[in-house]
């Protein structure tokens, strides 16, 4: 039995090359899925730019009885993005080193989206494997929450006990979840270093306000979203669909860059359209109205990064 509350949280590893695509014109021999070892139970996965531009990162973590898969990431056929094989190999070197026979593995998400979801049919026929369907009814029923979504909940993987809470606000589905084994604070979609679109203002400042006075009662090393965007110049980000980004800024933030997003939430909250911070971009509103100045954004962002060359 691993002991999963001694001496927390552990530091392991972020020193990592993340793969970020390949230039117009050349191929992208990178590998369909990176896969960097964070700790010996901790498994941070990123979705090859050859098979999705999103390009997003999903999370593997092992307790003593069971495993959690957070996202499945953008791409359905296996042949082109094999999760299920690299995440069955991950397991079964992991209860091989460890001597288990029978474990369990649930997968769930960060929110509904389907560029975190899209992967989900290669788990179904799985066995001793729970698949969380990616809706507020499911996730609540699942992880049992009695209050959504400001409640925080607890998910025991076998003495890793994983925190869960509502964040709604970039979709009425959104969960955090903090990791005390690693202090990984995971925010999906909510926070990280890219375009944040917020469909529903008021629910998100909410959920940024309950984000923030968590961190503060917590040991968060990092806080961990499922894509990058930014470039590393600060107000830059890479264009929607850029498939090649080679000067990406580091996945993870800090608890005083998640309290920027929520005070960048709170003051722009009355005013829809884009506002440009250091290391996001937030999104007030995706109705129609703002599909004109969304579109000048991306043909800026475009113009300006290839003056830049960023």
Not at 45 to 73: C, H, I, M, W
Not at 165 to 182: C, F, K, L, N, Q
Not at 283 to 308: C, E, H, K, S
Request: aromatic share 10%.
């Amino acid at each position: 039995m691993i002991d999963f509350t001694a001496a927390t949280p552990i530091e392991g590893s972020l020193d990592v090359a993340w793969i970020h695509g390949a230039p117009k014109g050349q191929p992208n021999t990178d590998p369909p899925i990176q896969v960097h070892a964070y700790d010996e139970h901790t498994y941070i996965l990123r979705q090859s730019k050859a098979t999705s531009f999103e390009a997003p990162f999903l999370y593997l973590f092992f307790g003593n009885d069971r495993a959690v898969l957070l996202d499945t990431g953008a791409t359905k056929d296996p042949t082109l993005f094999p999760l299920r094989d690299t995440v069955d190999s991950i397991v079964r070197e992991w209860t091989d080193r460890h001597q288990h026979d029978s474990y369990h593995l649930v997968v769930a998400h960060t929110h509904g989206h389907g560029d975190h979801v899209a992967g989900d049919a290669q788990f179904t026929d799985r066995a001793n494997t729970t698949v969380v369907p990616a809706d507020v009814a499911s996730s609540t029923e699942f992880f049992g929450f009695t209050s959504w979504p400001a409640e925080i909940v607890s998910l025991d993987l076998g003495g890793r006990v994983l925190e869960v809470t509502g964040i709604p606000g970039h979709d009425e589905r959104s969960i955090a979840v903090y990791d005390p084994w690693t202090g990984f604070l995971i925010t999906g979609d909510s926070v990280y270093p890219g375009r944040l679109y917020v469909r529903d203002m008021p629910a998100y400042v909410d959920s940024m306000q309950r984000l923030v006075a968590l961190a503060a009662n917590r040991q968060v090393t990092h806080v961990m979203g499922c894509h990058i965007e930014m470039t590393r110049t600060a107000r830059h980000d890479y264009h929607t669909g850029c498939r090649y980004q080679p000067h990406e800024p580091p996945l993870q933030m800090t608890v005083g860059q998640l309290a920027v997003v929520r005070d960048a939430a709170a003051a722009r909250a009355g005013r829809r359209g884009v506002h440009v911070s250091d290391d996001f971009v937030l999104f007030n509103g995706m109705d129609q109205r703002q599909v004109p100045i969304y579109l000048g954004y991306w043909l800026w962002t475009r113009v300006r990064n290839r003056i830049a060359r960023v």
